[in-house]
Every structure is written in structure tokens, then in C-alpha cells.
């Protein structure tokens, strides 16, 4: 129930609290170390992150979010639908963005999918497990960073998660 997830919560760091160590990121280790690391559907995913980032971040943290966005891209598409990772530099932040060809996310949800416990209305709880605190933990981190995080989503095309963290040198 919500009780135990609140434990799962306080347990693993709060809710999207970044009390890790920040350290330089470079070359969008972070967003490779997810794709590279021992997902059984990783060959569904490709990845750009060729340009070479820099600032301070929680490594793990952000590791964290893209691994919950891929593993969230993964669970709502259907079985040979890609899901694409890229990382780049803009102006000011260093982007991330998740995006699959999934079930997609109702207009009247999109608002509320950052919020805990929040299930979109066409998520079938028998085919995806889940209790809802994934993407509240995402925007914590984010926000714990100076960042931003959101979601562009059309139902049965699929969603693209963005998130945007500033360049804050050491």
C-alpha cells in the first residue's frame, strides 16, 4: 500500500532529494552507463549522447532518472518499439530526453504525472505494475539539481520525457 511505498521512498534517498555527491560529468557518462548497463531489452534502445557535457552533478541521481524514464519507455510500448535516449548541451543546461512510441499519456493526466501515487486513466494496473512514484522521485531529482522536467505526450503514439539541468561548473 501507499505506507509501504512511503518507507520505499524515505528508504532510497526521499523524495528525489539529491544527497549524493556531485561531481564533474563528462561526455554524458551518465545517460551511456544507463544504456550500456544490464537492461534485457537494451537493444531496443539507441543513444546519442555524443557531445562532451560538463557540470556538477549527482552522477547516480541522474543516472537514476534516466534509468526510470528508459525503464518507463520500455514498460509502455509494445514489444519491438524503440526507445530513444539523447543527451546534449544547449545554452545554458545540459538536455536529456526519453522518448518512446508507447501507449502514450491522456491530455487530462499530463498535468498530474509528476505527482505521487499518480497512474495515468489508461494504465491497465494488471499489465503494468507500478505504484506510481517513479517519475514524482524524477522530478525531484531534477528539481534538487536547479533543474526541469516534463513530458510532451500524444495517446498511442507515445511520450518524450525532457529534462534540463543548468551548467553549474565547479
Given amino acids: 500500500g501507499r505506507r509501504g511505498a512511503e518507507r520505499w521512498v524515505r528508504r532510497r534517498g ?5 544527497a549524493g555527491r556531485r561531481g564533474r560529468v563528462w561526455g554524458g557518462a551518465g545517460v551511456r552507463s544507463v544504456a550500456e548497463g544490464g537492461w534485457a531489452e537494451k537493444w531496443r534502445m539507441t543513444l546519442d549522447a ?3 557535457l560538463s557540470g556538477s552533478l549527482d552522477r547516480r541521481r541522474i543516472e537514476q532518472v534516466v534509468d526510470t524514464l528508459v525503464e518507463n519507455g520500455i ?4 514489444d ?20 518512446d512510441h508507447g501507449i502514450g499519456i491522456p491530455v ?12 495515468a486513466a489508461n494504465v491497465d ?13 524524477c522530478r525531484g ?13 500524444t495517446v498511442g503514439e507515445g511520450s518524450t520525457f525532457h529534462v534540463a ?3 553549474v561548473e565547479e
Fill in 14 to 18: 526521499g523524495e528525489g532529494k539529491a
Fill in 50 to 52: 555524443r557531445e562532451r
Fill in 75 to 78: 514498460k509502455y510500448s509494445d
Fill in 80 to 99: 519491438l518499439s524503440p526507445v530513444e535516449v539523447n543527451a546534449w548541451r544547449s545554452e545554458n543546461d545540459i538536455r536529456i530526453s526519453v522518448r
Fill in 108 to 119: 487530462t493526466d499530463v498535468p498530474h504525472v509528476f505527482e505521487r501515487f499518480h497512474r
Fill in 125 to 137: 494496473a494488471r499489465r503494468y505494475a507500478g505504484i506510481g512514484l517513479g517519475l514524482y522521485i
Fill in 141 to 153: 531529482i531534477a528539481h534538487e539539481h536547479g533543474g526541469r522536467i516534463w513530458v510532451e505526450s
Fill in 165 to 167: 539541468l543548468p551548467v
